[in-house]
């Protein structure tokens, strides 16, 4: 099976090597739990260590304010959005059309993209239900209805690109629309855990289809390179 590698350390070992190319990964969590940074240094090391070009979509924070969480990393954006390897987009909200979610598909297959980061799910889907359902009253079942046809329209892009889906969830949850867990082929899961110790965070792969993956709770730790996964014995 051909695989995607991640490069996040400690990470890749828990899914067999890295994941499934061409599928859909659920990234949830809670707000703090540091899914953005994860979303960031997948594209980065795609970009940089891999050659794969990647798209980071985001519907909640500005195109700077991302470029300067990565740069705390030394994650240079900047400079792979010169080299034509990434791009990040900002889309408002406010400025969320019925053709949003068409449009990333056709500009994922039309620039060979391999990594792509939609952030967040919730926003895209709260903000443009009709653009599946022709429905014009947003319901719950409309945005199911916008889930269901999305996610499984990402697959078809050409390129087989392997899309990172962030839900921002509360506690309980593995998703705010509690249906995207079930159509998506992996659910990577991150909770804060204020106990005490020498982390806060733990990651959990709850599912990934087609790969045999850990099932443990592991430590995550932020460091000055990025995250790092722990072993249970660290």
Same mark, same amino acid.
Not at 57 to 69: A, G
């Given at each position: 099976?051909?695989?995607?590698?991640?490069?996040?350390?400690?990470?890749?070992?828990?899914?067999? %090597?890295?994941?499934?190319?061409?599928?859909?990964?659920?990234?949830?969590?809670?707000?703090?739990?540091?899914?953005?940074?994860? @979303?960031?240094?997948?594209?980065?090391?795609?970009?940089?260590?891999?050659? $794969?070009?990647? &798209? #980071?979509?985001?519907? /909640? *924070?500005?195109?700077?304010?991302?470029?300067?969480? @990565?740069?705390?990393?030394?994650?240079?954006?900047?400079?792979?959005?010169?080299? %034509?390897?990434?791009?990040?987009?900002?889309?408002?909200?406010?400025?969320?059309?019925?053709?949003?979610?068409?449009?990333?598909?056709?500009? @994922?297959?039309?620039?060979?993209?391999?990594?792509?980061?939609?952030?967040?799910?919730?926003?895209?889907?709260?903000?443009?239900?009709?653009? #599946? !359902?022709?429905?014009? $009253?947003?319901? /719950?079942?409309?945005?199911?209805?916008?889930? #269901?046809?999305?996610?499984?329209?990402?697959?078809?892009?050409?390129?087989?690109?392997? !899309?990172?889906? +962030?839900?921002?969830?509360?506690?309980?949850?593995?998703?705010?629309?509690?249906?995207? /867990?079930? +159509? !998506?082929?992996?659910?990577?899961?991150?909770? #804060?855990?204020?106990?005490?110790?020498?982390?806060?965070?733990?990651?959990?792969?709850?599912?990934?289809?087609?790969?045999?993956?850990?099932?443990?709770?592991? !430590?995550? *730790?932020?460091?000055?390179?990025? &995250?790092?996964?722990?072993?249970?014995?660290?």
């Amino acid at each position: 099976m051909d695989k995607v590698v991640t490069g996040i350390k400690g990470f890749d070992a828990l899914v067999g %090597g890295g994941f499934p190319r061409g599928k859909i990964i659920l990234l949830s969590g809670t707000p703090g739990t540091c899914k953005t940074i994860f @979303a960031l240094q997948f594209l980065h090391n795609g970009a940089v260590k891999f050659n $794969e070009k990647g &798209i #980071y979509i985001s519907f /909640e *924070e500005k195109v700077q304010s991302l470029k300067n969480q @990565a740069l705390q990393f030394g994650w240079d954006f900047d400079r792979l959005e010169k080299d %034509g390897k990434v791009k990040i987009i900002s889309i408002p909200a406010k400025s969320i059309k019925e053709a949003t979610a068409e449009e990333i598909i056709k500009m @994922a297959s039309s620039k060979n993209i391999k990594r792509l980061v939609i952030d967040s799910l919730s926003a895209l889907s709260i903000n443009s239900p009709t653009t #599946y !359902s022709k429905v014009t $009253e947003l319901t /719950e079942i409309s945005i199911k209805r916008f889930m #269901y046809r999305f996610i499984n329209d990402l697959r078809d892009i050409k390129s087989e690109a392997t !899309s990172l889906l +962030i839900s921002q969830t509360t506690d309980g949850q593995l998703s705010r629309d509690t249906v995207s /867990e079930f +159509i !998506s082929d992996g659910i990577v899961h991150i909770n #804060y855990d204020a106990l005490g110790g020498d982390y806060s965070r733990s990651l959990t792969i709850r599912k990934m289809r087609e790969v045999k993956h850990d099932e443990d709770i592991h !430590s995550l *730790e932020i460091t000055n390179k990025g &995250i790092v996964i722990h072993k249970l014995k660290d």
